[in-house]
């Protein structure tokens, strides 16, 4: 029996004699197939050829990713708070080098990922290092690897250690999350936003979608409400879910702009496009 892991989105699924028939995160509009069609990996093949690089970027705050990058890209978060350490989002690859340095770092508490996309091998970080997950249950039906250690949480908030707030802000995916960490950034407050609120290149700016390799927007008032459910909070700093995707500074108002930007857009406001 092995655990597949699906080459395009990273996502590994529940243990079965032979590969799935096909990946449903995939197949779903917000991804996509491969293009040389569906393909699949395990761990043990993964740990072959590939590495975890961590970085400290900034007192309290390590990123864990990938190298070379596989499947989506994406790099953790690990925040370290006086209760315990708390992973934000996850990645596939788990091997021997990282389990010592993140127990280095005092281990993990609790794990909480922003979406679907980012699941990757959520029951093997849990089951190492005796950590709850938790998912916001209107995502229920995209966990492909179902485990006991999957909480559910319902409405649009969940109190974590170390006064961390996960936030549901849907968008991208009806439970789609952000995580609030008071702490951050000297103290003025971070948001780590996956790709719920993506930092895009030009990282004084942010973005909403449906689809991000699809380019598939979100209407009007999805925007709206996710802008309000951050109203109350105070972010300075905004971690996205890739290396260097990081708003520094003004990120209350990064959002708020970046929101008013995408719908003037979506109105197509202005007479910049006309022809
Ligand atoms: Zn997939
Ligand atoms: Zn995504």
């Known amino acids: 029996m092995s655990c597949f892991i699906c080459v395009t989105c990273g996502v590994q699924f529940a243990p079965g004699d032979a590969e799935p028939d096909h990946c449903p995160v995939c197949e779903d509009g917000r991804q996509y197939v491969g293009w040389d069609g569906q393909r699949w990996t395990t761990l043990?093949?993964?740990?072959?050829?590939?590495?975890?690089?961590?970085?400290?970027?900034?007192?309290?705050?390590?990123g864990i990713g990938t190298e070379p990058s596989?499947?989506?890209?994406?790099?953790?978060?690990?925040?370290?708070?006086?209760?315990?350490?708390?992973?934000?989002d996850c990645i596939t690859l788990l091997d021997e080098a990282t389990v010592a340095a993140v127990r280095r770092l005092g281990g993990i508490v609790a794990i909480a990922i922003s979406h679907p996309h980012y699941y990757s091998s959520m029951v093997e970080w849990s089951r190492e290092f005796g950590a709850p997950i938790h998912l916001h249950e209107a995502d229920?039906?995209?966990?492909?690897?179902?485990?006991?250690?999957?909480?559910?949480?319902?409405?649009?908030?969940?109190?974590?250690?170390?006064?961390?707030?996960?936030?549901?802000?849907?968008?991208?995916?009806?439970?789609?999350?952000?995580?609030?960490?008071?702490?951050?950034?000297?103290?003025?407050?971070?948001?780590?936003s996956g790709d719920t609120i993506q930092v895009v290149f030009d990282r004084r700016w942010v973005s909403f979608m449906y689809s991000f390799p699809n380019l598939v927007?979100?209407?009007?008032?999805?925007?709206?409400?996710?802008?309000?459910?951050?109203?109350?909070?105070?972010?300075?700093?905004?971690?996205?879910?890739?290396?260097?995707?990081?708003?520094?500074?003004?990120?209350?108002?990064?959002?708020?702009?970046?929101?008013?930007?995408?719908l003037a857009a979506l109105d197509f406001e202005g007479d910049e496009l006309e022809l």
Do not use: C
């Not at 690897?145 to 319902?154: E, G, I, L, N, T």
């Open 44 to 62: 043990e093949a993964m740990r072959r050829d590939h590495a975890n690089r961590l970085e400290e970027l900034e007192p309290g705050l390590t």
């Open 70 to 88: 596989f499947a989506i890209g994406q790099r953790a978060l690990l925040v370290q708070t006086p209760e315990g350490n708390v992973l934000w």
């Open 140 to 192: 229920r039906r995209w966990v492909m690897r179902p485990d006991p250690a999957v909480r559910f949480f319902s409405g649009d908030e969940l109190a974590l250690p170390g006064g961390l707030r996960l936030l549901r802000l849907g968008g991208h995916f009806p439970g789609a999350t952000v995580l609030h960490w008071p702490a951050g950034a000297g103290g003025r407050g971070a948001l780590l």
């Open 217 to 262: 927007p979100l209407p009007a008032h999805v925007v709206e409400r996710m802008v309000r459910r951050v109203a109350d909070l105070r972010f300075d700093r905004i971690y996205g879910a890739w290396w260097g995707r990081v708003v520094d500074r003004d990120g209350e108002e990064t959002v708020r702009r970046s929101a008013r930007r995408y």
